[in-house]
């Protein structure tokens, strides 16, 4: 008699497949965002920096 098929088993084995390839296209991403925008991040930061600073000093209003 043959064997019944685990339909569960390939299901999970596909599923670790897309997420292993998934990470590697984000890493892959994240790579190519960092060689290619070295010069971003630094223009970013002092419009990130007013952000987080607005943000604490609202936290700071509230505990007054």
Known sequence: MARKPNYNFEKRQKDLARQKKKEEKLQKKALKKDALG?????????????????TAGGEGAGDA
């Open 38 to 54: 070295n010069d971003i991040p630094e223009s970013e930061d002092p419009e990130g920096t007013e952000g987080q600073e607005g």
